[in-house]
């Protein structure tokens, strides 16, 4: 499943751009010489300022802004359609939006984190998989460290968070992959220095999120989007990748595998 892979002259879409880890991940692809970035976000007037100044920086075409909410199938759809009717074809997508809701705010959390990854997960295999006539691609999606150790703060969006990581190993699986050439990767980030995090002042979150990794300090969004960037370099489909306290993409997959195996084989009784 493993296949050498680079940027350029890739179309890549961007889920929840507009700022933090996305917009730090659309900067980065950029750089590396993708042909465009289109990324979509609710946030329409941090989307267009990003969009004219990446357009000033890297030229005609090379990103586009869609305002779009994941958690609305139709208008994720629409959004789509629009990348395919601009560059006729889409290679890498990241889904990045994601919410850290907390109290009655628990159904938007669940929509935006995990449906609307699941949305557009689904959306970009139909469009890249060569089963439908397309030409492969990547689809990443972001899980977190709180996927990987039980807490008991942040309940629904740590969860959410998981199910983002059971879903993309599963659909990365060679069962799904040998069909359509789409790469199903996932990462999961410790915590990074976000504006979620700097509004909810979340210091807890801070040190128990960063419980599997030497220190609790929150990474830059930088070394999260180059740990992205190596992920999609070198991730074969199903894998699953830690980043984490501002150090390169560390390959998990054989940890998670050993845990399942381990709960499979728990006692019927």
Known sequence: MSVPFDLKDKVCLVTGGAAGIGAAVVRTFLMENARAVVF?????????TLEAELLTRFGPLRAKFIKCDVSDEETLSDAF????????KLDVVVNSAAVLGTGQS???????????TVASTMRAVEVMGKDNGGNGGTV??????LALKQHPHLPVYAATKTA?????NAFGAELHYSKTQVRVLTVCLGPTDTAILQRLNLE???KDGACLTPTPERQKVESAATGILETIYKGTSGST????????????????????????NLPKD
């Open 140 to 145: 990443l999606n972001i899980s977190s460290l």
């Open 106 to 116: 628990f159904k938007r959390t669940i929509d935006i984190n995990f449906t609307g």
């Open 40 to 48: 979509l976000d609710v946030a329409e007037r941090e989307g267009f």
């Open 164 to 168: 983002v990581l059971y879903f993309s």
């Open 81 to 88: 359609k629009q990348v395919l009717n601009k560059y006729t």
């Open 241 to 264: 990748w830690m980043i984490a306290n501002d150090k390169p993409a560390v390959e998990i997959t054989h940890i998670i595998s050993k845990g399942f195996e381990t709960l499979s």
């Open 204 to 206: 807890h979150f801070n």
